[in-house]
């Protein structure tokens, strides 16, 4: 729906952008700062989104060609967390995860419904990642595609709902080596994700595995790496570019490479109470323990709930799940904490014989859905918002 001024947004949104509760926003309407419209068949009163922005929007600086953002204003529709539980574009996680397919639940997170197919970079396909690091490669297998891609820049949303998961595909093959991945799964990203880190890509259990705990890791909001790759698509870098600034943010210890740190907690044979002294006198209380407590679910993650309960249907876990209910209770004892996503996508790489540094490469294939679903986002929005203000100036 769009008016002469802008495009209308609901109640809900309008409020997340000003950072404010609902009561304020009717106050605001009341004392006439803002109007509202309510249509039929609509449960929300309606907000112009351009006099919501220009509200929250700081004064422009002198000389600053673009009016300046507070960072409260950001809204998001790719995912969000509602009463414990993580909705991907207002679908329960349960449910996307219950889709079956990697595929499908992308789908959802990108808003689109095109059936998505894996290109093969032939310009690239030669070049062997294998030197690098492990978690290195991902970020260098996509500007390597970026270099073959004549459209690398292009903008047009629908071109990055319907490119991601080839752009995706084009990188994973490259890092898993192409000649390493046989033909039948050239089109399962799982499977795909699979072999570039070493696994056997006709193991069904294991992508299934994979599967499950990919669809957990697809989005979670405005995310440090979202941010970062946002704040690249406001200067409307392509999406190539966008991934890179989000696998820089990835990096982090406190982000996406957090599974490394949990995976340690977890090796067999190592006692969990000497893991966790260490872990606390490193990180200290307020740092809390890898892989244990998020603040957005002071309840438990229902991201690890749903990877585990995957997990713990696999044969041969009862040991695996020995350790991690032992680590889950001595934390619990220490700081109260409840295990995480990092701690499920630990156990996970434990089950599948993988190495710590396969988190963080798990955390960003999964995570560059996401990504990609922001970026669609933010070229919807006014380019080069992103800039911070003095407050000298």
Partial sequence: MASPSGTWITTTEAAQRLGVKRA??????????????????????????????????????????????????????????VDGDLLYRGRPLQDVVALGSLDDAAAVVLGTSVPQQISR????????????????????????????????????????????????????????????????????????????????????????????????LLDHGLTASTVAARVAASTRAGLHDCLSAAYAAMAGPLHGAAPVAAHALLVDGVDPTVLVGRSL?????????????????????????????????????????????????????????????????????????????SGEVVFQVARSVGVAAHVVEEYAEEPLRWRGRDPQG
């Fill in 24 to 81: 304020t926003l009717y106050a605001y309407v009341s004392r006439g700062l803002l109007r509202s419209e309510r249509r039929p068949g609509q449960q929300e009163s309606l907000f112009d989104r351009t006099q919501i922005d220009a509200m929250a929007s700081a004064t422009r600086p002198p000389g600053s060609p673009q009016p300046v953002l507070r960072f409260r204003s950001i809204a998001t529709s790719v995912s969000s967390q």
């Fill in 121 to 216: 970079p032939s310009q690239v396909a030669g070049v062997d990642l294998s030197a690098l690091p492990l978690e290195r490669r991902m970020p260098v297998a996509i500007q390597l595609v970026a270099a073959a891609d004549p459209f690398a820049s292009d903008t047009d949303p629908e071109q990055v709902r319907t490119g991601a998961m080839p752009t995706l595909g084009s990188a994973l093959r490259l890092v898993s080596g192409a000649a390493a991945v046989p033909d039948p799964v050239t089109t399962d990203l799982t499977a795909l994700t699979l072999a570039a880190l070493g696994g056997s890509p006709d193991a069904r259990a294991d992508v299934e595995l994979l599967r499950v705990l990919l669809v957990a």
């Fill in 281 to 357: 006198r490193e990180r200290g209380e307020r740092g809390g323990i890898a892989g244990f407590g998020h603040f957005l679910y002071p309840d438990g993650d229902p991201r690890a709930d749903v990877v585990l309960e995957a997990l713990w249907r696999r044969r041969g876990t009862e040991p695996l799940r020995r350790r991690v209910g032992a680590l889950t209770a001595l934390v619990a004892e220490r700081t109260g904490a409840l295990p995480n996503i990092d701690l499920a996508s630990a156990a996970v790489l434990h089950a599948l014989g993988l190495p710590a540094e």
